[in-house]
């Protein structure tokens, strides 16, 4: 370089003097400063100081990167590359009262897939349908599905649950497939299949929103989808432990370190009593209906079955579209937890919660009705369940022997507005919180719920038809038990309960005094030491019982005046059949509600599935004795 | 042509750029290498740049081939014509990641805030070069007032690292041009009100989040300390004398993010080791010590502002990207000159240097 010349020229106004004219003038006029121009001295400095400070900077931390730390970091980085993989947590056990599992996990072996490792996927895709038997294309849809919810190295679960024969071939040729490998994963497993079906839910894999809701699941996990393995999802999913994997460059794991220990899910022992499930299902005989056996005094549920069923084990293994269509599809609704999922028309039983209003309603127990067999109202005719009618009845009489004209009559004096109001304060059209998915409400009718719903005004016959538990009104059996249970418990409305260590919760009390309480509980007494619920009678123990045939269709009526029998109708057209009944033996109580669906009369088919849940739990006493002395 | 232009030439300059173009291009062949079993395969990045470098050379001789002086003509309408282009980013502009920073021509898009950032060199150099004395309040704000608006409408497309830039660069011209005492001290008090305006109103989420995880990557090694970890991986593993051309296992493994753009010096470091980042910067400083030369050469205050404004584009960049590579700066999405692959922007960093070129090689003028 030259020294820098500091004499300046003198000023010119154009280096291009020679007339370009324009609109590029002023482009073209070039300004010069005519001083002697001389950089700033500090400003000179600055820039070599801050070009000092790069070199300076850059280099102390890169010596520091690569020559103090180096080893370090080609150790990290040129055999071994770090990878986490999570440690799954035992998904927490479920037992019931007396600690029985009912719900555990066992080992399960599957066939994972990291995209990165692997050297031709297609190949790799094709090997695994080999294996498996599951046809290439489904094996790509779940390999197109899945790829974009790992990250980079993380593990594509492609396969479940590999029976054990497959395990022992994959092994074998596994080491001709970088990527693939076996992983452990526990599975949930329901010993009990159908019988807590519905009340355990199941888990599934989880999917895309799912994930989104909650951070700490990953592809691949399995959670609750139902029942109580949805609602205590939680506590039973324990949290994930995590290893730091040094893996080399052809995928192999070369060491692990544990950063996380696995914390394993909450043990939870619900109310539930699994012999008595048992019996309950077995009594129910496939019948499609459900059983209720709560404690009227803790809320404690003792069984709860629902029927038909399905197994939920499939669910935890990943069920296949054609067992599942058969489910969604079949016309016996097995996916459906009748107890609280079905809304039937409560029938006779129903006269229980009427006969309570009357008497808070001032109508006096004495007060006697004349039963002709029917009544009639305008041009309809309403009739007694008994041909020819029932003569003179009271409150009392006319519960045990279920009579209907005795309830049409009594209604109509009260009024609908006020059934509306009694039948709601005893938890009929509300859920009643017992903590599982999906729970009905129910329905209970009023003269503001008919016009909405069909425009019209609410009529006499309307009330005729609710006394007696028909018409509009719709209830969970769950919904009867806990009624039954508050006639006995003192008046407490009672959130059932299904885990053991839950609280007794009172939702509500019951709008009934000491009396009522005593006098339907009386009333139940007489029906089933002599009247419609006899079927349930027993020496040994204090028992009671109403029962109820909820008419499906409006009354059929054979040639002449005669009543279709059950066998006669269409199944979907025949009435459900109802008992509820409590018993008390050796200071244990049970309320047990009974629902066959489409059964026919409550007391032929309903009447003894509760009686041989009384045997099972007050033992077989001389229950034929018993039957003998009528 | 005047024989005197050509001995004024700063040839040490336009050699040491050449050698670092080259040096990009090599590493770039390696960086778009993918190890697979049956050997390399190599995408066509490093032709790509090739055809871009060519662009530049055009650009180059286009920037020298006038007397750089007209520029001060026209530091006002380019300027207005960058206001306007930024106008229009939000109401036509292309959305590329959830910010928008590109308007499309059709057959190529352009990206208004670099071209605002010449603008705003241009500018400064012109307002900066009225007067010789060192800057009082009335003529330091008028530089501030000027540059607020572009800068304003680059924050909001989001786009934090442009933003810096453009002050940075402003920043170097007026430490260089010189301020009076007490304006220096008065903004060197405010300072940290300033950055704290920046993290609370002016930032995005995720560019708080990259901050925050810049001062502990460890905390989220799977997110965003991802790229942080794997480049100082990357770079570590090179030690003394690298892992040699084209066997960088970070890179070729995938492992390393964005190795043909923000990261390609991690490609470079794992490669050549602690010796070739040594002489790359070496020939950085180089470089950076030749355009200086031409500042301290200038006959006139416009062409020596100007050559320092070019100095402190280069310089802020290769600080800023090597400084986030080897984990001295937060991530932000700022190339590397001449070694990250990318078109537009290896035009700009040849023309800028047919500026430099121009003001060196036209200091005769001044001889008469």
């Given at each position: 370089m030259k020294p820098p010349h500091n004499t300046a020229v003198p000023a010119?106004?154009?280096?291009?003097?020679h007339g370009r004219r324009g609109l590029f003038r002023s482009w073209l006029k070039i300004q010069v400063e005519n001083e002697r121009y001389q950089p700033p001295h500090n400003g000179l400095i600055i820039l070599q100081v801050f070009i000092g400070i790069l070199f300076f900077v850059l280099v102390t931390r890169l010596w520091y990167l690569q020559i103090q730390r180096g080893e370090e970091f080609a150790r990290l980085s040129l055999e071994n590359r770090l990878r986490q993989e999570h440690i799954f947590a035992p998904r927490g056990r479920i037992m019931d009262m007396?600690?029985?599992?009912i719900a555990d996990n066992r080992t399960a072996y599957g066939l994972s897939l990291v995209r990165e490792d692997c050297r031709d996927i297609p190949a790799t895709l094709t090997q695994i349908s080999v294996w498996s038997g599951i046809p290439v294309s489904q094996i790509w849809e779940k390999y197109q599905q899945d790829r974009f919810k790992v990250k980079s190295f993380e593990p594509i679960?492609?396969?479940?649950?590999?029976?054990f024969e497959l395990l022992a071939r994959i092994e074998s040729e596994i080491?001709?497939?970088?990527g693939l490998e076996i992983v452990v994963r526990t599975k949930r497993n329901y010993p009990e299949k159908d019988i807590f079906a519905h009340v355990l839910g199941y888990v599934a894999e989880v999917n895309e929103k799912e994930m989104e809701d909650d951070p700490a699941l990953a592809a691949g996990d399995f959670v609750g989808k139902a029942g109580l393995e949805l609602e205590l999802e939680k506590q039973l999913r324990g949290q994930k432990g995590l290893f730091d994997v040094e893996v080399d460059a052809h995928g192999r794991a070369l060491g692990r370190v544990l950063k996380k220990e696995p914390r394993s899910g909450h043990e939870t022992n619900l109310s539930l009593d699994l012999s008595l499930q048992r019996a309950a299902w077995e009594a129910l005989g496939g019948e499609a209906g459900c059983v209720v056996v709560m404690e009227?005094?803790?809320?404690?549920?003792r069984a709860l079955v629902t029927s038909?069923?399905?197994?939920?084990n499939l669910f935890a293994a990943g069920i296949s579209r054609r067992d599942w269509e058969a489910l969604r599809t079949?016309?016996?609704?097995?996916?459906?937890?009748?107890?609280?999922q079905s809304v039937y028309p409560p029938g006779s039983v129903w006269k229980l919660v009427m006969a309570a209003m009357f008497l808070e309603h001032g109508?006096?127990?004495?007060e006697n009705v004349f039963c002709p067999g029917q009544v009639k109202l305008g041009g309809q005719i309403f009739r007694c369940w008994k041909q020819g009618g029932h003569g003179n009845v009271n409150m009392e009489s006319a519960l045990v022997v279920s009579c209907d004209v005795y309830f049409y009559l009594m209604a109509e004096k009260v009024g609908i507005d006020k059934i509306e109001a009694y039948a709601k304060a005893c938890?009929?059209?509300?859920?009643?919180?017992?903590?599982?998915?999906?729970e009905r409400t129910g329905l209970v009718p009023s003269r503001a719920w008919k016009r909405r719903r069909f425009g019209q005004p609410w009529v006499r016959g309307d009330t005729y038809n609710i006394s007696i538990g028909q018409g509009y009104t719709l209830v969970t059996p769950l919904q009867v038990a806990v009624y039954v249970s508050a006639l006995l418990n003192g008046g407490d409305l009672l959130k059932p309960r299904?885990?053991?260590?839950d609280e007794r919760l009172v939702t509500g009390k019951l709008p009934a005094g000491a009396g009522t309480r005593d006098f339907i509980v009386k009333a139940m007494r007489l029906a089933a030491s002599g009247g419609t619920?006899?079927?349930?009678?027993?020496?040994d123990a204090d028992m009671g019982g109403k029962t109820g045939t909820a008419q499906v269709v409006k009354l059929k009526m054979a040639a002449g005046d005669r009543r279709l029998r059950t066998a006669e109708m269409e199944y979907a057209q025949r009435d459900h059949a109802w008992i509820v009944t409590w018993g008390a033996k050796d200071g244990k109580r049970y309320v047990i509600v009974v629902m066959v669906e489409h059964g026919g009369g409550g007391s032929s088919v309903a009447g003894p599935v509760a009686r041989k849940i009384y045997d099972h739990l007050f033992g077989p006493e001389a229950a034929l004795a018993a039957r003998a002395a009528q | 042509m005047d024989t005197r232009l050509f001995s004024h030439t700063n040839w040490s300059l336009l050699a040491l750029m050449l050698l670092l173009y080259l040096a990009g291009m090599v590493n770039l062949y390696s960086a778009s290498g993918t190890r697979l079993d049956s050997g390399m395969s190599f995408s066509g990045f490093y032709q790509r740049q090739m055809v871009w470098g060519v662009c530049g050379l055009c650009g180059m001789m286009v920037a020298m081939?006038?007397?750089?002086?007209r520029l001060r003509n026209l530091a006002w309408p380019f300027f207005f014509i960058s206001l306007i282009l930024l106008l229009l980013v939000p109401v036509a502009g292309k959305t590329i990641y959830g910010a928008k920073r590109w308007l499309s021509l059709g057959f190529m898009s352009i990206q208004p805030s670099e071209i605002a950032k010449l603008a705003v060199l241009l500018i400064a150099a012109r307002i900066l070069s009225r007067e010789a004395k060192p800057l009082g309040w009335k003529n330091f704000l008028s530089v501030i007032a000027v540059v607020t608006l572009p800068c304003c409408l680059v924050i909001l497309q989001p786009d934090l690292g442009t933003t810096l830039m453009i002050l940075l660069i402003l920043a170097g011209m007026v430490l260089f041009h010189g301020l009076r005492g007490y304006v220096f001290k008065t903004c060197l008090l405010l300072a940290p009100c300033a950055a704290a305006l920046m993290w609370f109103v002016g930032m995005h989420d995720y560019q708080r989040q990259r901050i925050l995880t810049f001062l502990n990557?460890?905390?989220d090694p799977r997110g965003t300390g991802y790229h942080i970890l794997q480049s100082r991986i990357a770079i570590g593993s090179?030690?003394?004398?690298?892992?040699?051309?084209?066997?960088?296992t970070q890179s070729q493994l995938r492992f390393l993010p964005e190795r043909h753009s923000d990261f390609a010096v991690a490609v470079f470091g794992e490669e050549w080791g602690f010796v070739g980042c040594l002489i790359l910067i070496t020939l950085f400083c180089l470089f950076l010590l030749a355009i200086f030369s031409t500042a301290s050469q200038a006959k006139d205050r416009f062409g020596s502002l100007l050559v320092v404004g070019v100095f402190f584009y280069f310089f802020w960049q290769i600080f800023i990207n090597i400084g986030m590579v080897i984990g001295l700066?937060?991530?932000?999405?700022i190339p590397l000159p001449f070694?990250?692959?990318g078109g537009s922007a290896t035009v700009l960093n040849f023309t800028l240097i047919g500026i430099v070129l121009n003001v060196s090689m036209r200091r005769f003028m001044f001889k008469g």
């Amino acid at each position: 370089m030259k020294p820098p010349h500091n004499t300046a020229v003198p000023a010119r106004t154009d280096a291009y003097p020679h007339g370009r004219r324009g609109l590029f003038r002023s482009w073209l006029k070039i300004q010069v400063e005519n001083e002697r121009y001389q950089p700033p001295h500090n400003g000179l400095i600055i820039l070599q100081v801050f070009i000092g400070i790069l070199f300076f900077v850059l280099v102390t931390r890169l010596w520091y990167l690569q020559i103090q730390r180096g080893e370090e970091f080609a150790r990290l980085s040129l055999e071994n590359r770090l990878r986490q993989e999570h440690i799954f947590a035992p998904r927490g056990r479920i037992m019931d009262m007396a600690g029985k599992t009912i719900a555990d996990n066992r080992t399960a072996y599957g066939l994972s897939l990291v995209r990165e490792d692997c050297r031709d996927i297609p190949a790799t895709l094709t090997q695994i349908s080999v294996w498996s038997g599951i046809p290439v294309s489904q094996i790509w849809e779940k390999y197109q599905q899945d790829r974009f919810k790992v990250k980079s190295f993380e593990p594509i679960l492609m396969l479940t649950d590999i029976s054990f024969e497959l395990l022992a071939r994959i092994e074998s040729e596994i080491f001709a497939w970088p990527g693939l490998e076996i992983v452990v994963r526990t599975k949930r497993n329901y010993p009990e299949k159908d019988i807590f079906a519905h009340v355990l839910g199941y888990v599934a894999e989880v999917n895309e929103k799912e994930m989104e809701d909650d951070p700490a699941l990953a592809a691949g996990d399995f959670v609750g989808k139902a029942g109580l393995e949805l609602e205590l999802e939680k506590q039973l999913r324990g949290q994930k432990g995590l290893f730091d994997v040094e893996v080399d460059a052809h995928g192999r794991a070369l060491g692990r370190v544990l950063k996380k220990e696995p914390r394993s899910g909450h043990e939870t022992n619900l109310s539930l009593d699994l012999s008595l499930q048992r019996a309950a299902w077995e009594a129910l005989g496939g019948e499609a209906g459900c059983v209720v056996v709560m404690e009227p005094d803790s809320g404690k549920l003792r069984a709860l079955v629902t029927s038909p069923a399905y197994d939920n084990n499939l669910f935890a293994a990943g069920i296949s579209r054609r067992d599942w269509e058969a489910l969604r599809t079949s016309n016996r609704f097995p996916l459906q937890n009748r107890v609280i999922q079905s809304v039937y028309p409560p029938g006779s039983v129903w006269k229980l919660v009427m006969a309570a209003m009357f008497l808070e309603h001032g109508i006096s127990p004495r007060e006697n009705v004349f039963c002709p067999g029917q009544v009639k109202l305008g041009g309809q005719i309403f009739r007694c369940w008994k041909q020819g009618g029932h003569g003179n009845v009271n409150m009392e009489s006319a519960l045990v022997v279920s009579c209907d004209v005795y309830f049409y009559l009594m209604a109509e004096k009260v009024g609908i507005d006020k059934i509306e109001a009694y039948a709601k304060a005893c938890g009929f059209g509300r859920a009643t919180g017992i903590g599982l998915p999906h729970e009905r409400t129910g329905l209970v009718p009023s003269r503001a719920w008919k016009r909405r719903r069909f425009g019209q005004p609410w009529v006499r016959g309307d009330t005729y038809n609710i006394s007696i538990g028909q018409g509009y009104t719709l209830v969970t059996p769950l919904q009867v038990a806990v009624y039954v249970s508050a006639l006995l418990n003192g008046g407490d409305l009672l959130k059932p309960r299904l885990v053991e260590e839950d609280e007794r919760l009172v939702t509500g009390k019951l709008p009934a005094g000491a009396g009522t309480r005593d006098f339907i509980v009386k009333a139940m007494r007489l029906a089933a030491s002599g009247g419609t619920a006899r079927v349930v009678a027993r020496k040994d123990a204090d028992m009671g019982g109403k029962t109820g045939t909820a008419q499906v269709v409006k009354l059929k009526m054979a040639a002449g005046d005669r009543r279709l029998r059950t066998a006669e109708m269409e199944y979907a057209q025949r009435d459900h059949a109802w008992i509820v009944t409590w018993g008390a033996k050796d200071g244990k109580r049970y309320v047990i509600v009974v629902m066959v669906e489409h059964g026919g009369g409550g007391s032929s088919v309903a009447g003894p599935v509760a009686r041989k849940i009384y045997d099972h739990l007050f033992g077989p006493e001389a229950a034929l004795a018993a039957r003998a002395a009528q | 042509m005047d024989t005197r232009l050509f001995s004024h030439t700063n040839w040490s300059l336009l050699a040491l750029m050449l050698l670092l173009y080259l040096a990009g291009m090599v590493n770039l062949y390696s960086a778009s290498g993918t190890r697979l079993d049956s050997g390399m395969s190599f995408s066509g990045f490093y032709q790509r740049q090739m055809v871009w470098g060519v662009c530049g050379l055009c650009g180059m001789m286009v920037a020298m081939s006038f007397d750089y002086r007209r520029l001060r003509n026209l530091a006002w309408p380019f300027f207005f014509i960058s206001l306007i282009l930024l106008l229009l980013v939000p109401v036509a502009g292309k959305t590329i990641y959830g910010a928008k920073r590109w308007l499309s021509l059709g057959f190529m898009s352009i990206q208004p805030s670099e071209i605002a950032k010449l603008a705003v060199l241009l500018i400064a150099a012109r307002i900066l070069s009225r007067e010789a004395k060192p800057l009082g309040w009335k003529n330091f704000l008028s530089v501030i007032a000027v540059v607020t608006l572009p800068c304003c409408l680059v924050i909001l497309q989001p786009d934090l690292g442009t933003t810096l830039m453009i002050l940075l660069i402003l920043a170097g011209m007026v430490l260089f041009h010189g301020l009076r005492g007490y304006v220096f001290k008065t903004c060197l008090l405010l300072a940290p009100c300033a950055a704290a305006l920046m993290w609370f109103v002016g930032m995005h989420d995720y560019q708080r989040q990259r901050i925050l995880t810049f001062l502990n990557p460890g905390n989220d090694p799977r997110g965003t300390g991802y790229h942080i970890l794997q480049s100082r991986i990357a770079i570590g593993s090179g030690q003394l004398w690298g892992k040699g051309f084209t066997e960088g296992t970070q890179s070729q493994l995938r492992f390393l993010p964005e190795r043909h753009s923000d990261f390609a010096v991690a490609v470079f470091g794992e490669e050549w080791g602690f010796v070739g980042c040594l002489i790359l910067i070496t020939l950085f400083c180089l470089f950076l010590l030749a355009i200086f030369s031409t500042a301290s050469q200038a006959k006139d205050r416009f062409g020596s502002l100007l050559v320092v404004g070019v100095f402190f584009y280069f310089f802020w960049q290769i600080f800023i990207n090597i400084g986030m590579v080897i984990g001295l700066m937060p991530v932000v999405g700022i190339p590397l000159p001449f070694i990250s692959y990318g078109g537009s922007a290896t035009v700009l960093n040849f023309t800028l240097i047919g500026i430099v070129l121009n003001v060196s090689m036209r200091r005769f003028m001044f001889k008469g």
